[in-house]
């Protein structure tokens, strides 16, 4: 049986796709959730604090608010698709939600959300957002953009093998840096830059000479070894709190200390860099599903 929390999700969704349909009633909106009008009333008011009437009326505000922020609609039309008759009847509620009436406010607006014990608001520019569930620590956060780094670099290894050696060894033109690149290289050096940082960590050597004119199955290969040791590496690390530890690449001439956060954030640095022209020389060559690599949505998913 689903949970109070599963039907007050269910219901924001619903409620998000109803936003503009002021002439819904509680209990078609009930219906559309298998639920009577009491059960749904009850639900709401119990998850969010306040009954569906008033949860809708506040998420109608704060929508309003954010017209009058970024259209240079009149203030009656932003009444008029917040659900209300009239000018008079807009501005009462809206100063009453944000201490101002809506001229005072666009002049210099403020805060957009009504504050809710549901943490419930609109968000920007047509849906709701709940809050997560769980908190992402800025240790999560890390761990993420690592793992991306990881898996984005796969997919380019992958792409790169539907290209011909011709097109892996394109020079990639950047006038402000004299290094020849190519894909080819460019994926050994992301590759290889999560390897030497491995090595270094252990105390070892990196053979650079395997990074010469590499192959694209030799890339998959040490990507699959690197990747995974690299990963292992930065858990470890953000688990046991020593992102300020230091240790010593001896693989610098001469040695030096670095801090693991330090290191990481040198790696995603200088890779979203490569990985930027890796994407783009691949979309030149009609290689896009990859568009620009960029971590948010993979995130966010």
Avoid at 88 to 115: C, D, H, L, N, Q
Avoid at 138 to 160: F, P
Avoid at 262 to 271: K, S
């Amino acid at each position: 049986m689903s949970t109070a929390a599963d039907h007050f999700t269910s219901f924001v969704d619903v409620l998000a796709c109803a936003l503009d349909d002021h002439d819904v009633t509680g209990d078609e909106l009930a219906s559309r959730l298998h639920l009577s009008r009491f059960h749904l009333d009850r639900i709401v008011s119990s998850v969010a604090g306040e009954p569906p009437a008033a949860f809708r009326r506040r998420v109608l505000l704060e929508r309003a608010a954010y017209r009058l922020w970024t259209t240079r609609a009149s203030i009656l039309d932003v009444a008029v698709e917040a659900g209300y008759g009239s000018h008079e009847a807009f501005t009462r509620a809206f100063t009453k939600a944000y201490g101002v009436g809506p001229s005072r406010w666009r002049a210099r607006p403020t805060r957009m959300r009504i504050e809710a014990p549901s943490d419930v608001h609109f968000h920007p520019p047509a849906s709701l957002r709940l809050p997560a569930r769980s908190k992402v620590s800025s240790m999560d956060l890390l761990l993420k953009m690592v793992e991306h780094h990881i898996w984005l670099t796969g997919e380019m290894v992958s792409c790169a093998e539907r290209l011909t050696d011709t097109q892996l060894d394109e020079p990639i033109e950047v006038n402000v840096d004299d290094d020849h690149q190519t894909i080819r290289s460019l994926l050994s050096r992301l590759v290889g830059q999560m390897g030497m940082w491995n090595a270094a960590v252990a105390n070892g050597a990196y053979d650079w000479a395997v990074e010469e004119h590499e192959s694209v199955a030799s890339l998959r290969e040490r990507l699959a070894v690197e990747g995974s040791a690299y990963l292992a590496n930065i858990r470890e690390v953000c688990e046991q709190g020593r992102l300020d530890d230091t240790f010593v690449d001896a693989l610098c001439e001469p040695a030096e200390v670095f801090t693991y956060g330090g290191m990481i954030a040198h790696v995603l640095t200088f890779a979203a860099h490569r990985r930027c022209l890796v994407v783009m020389a691949l979309g030149k060559h009609g290689v896009s599903e990859l568009g620009w690599g960029d971590p948010m949505r993979w995130v966010a998913s």
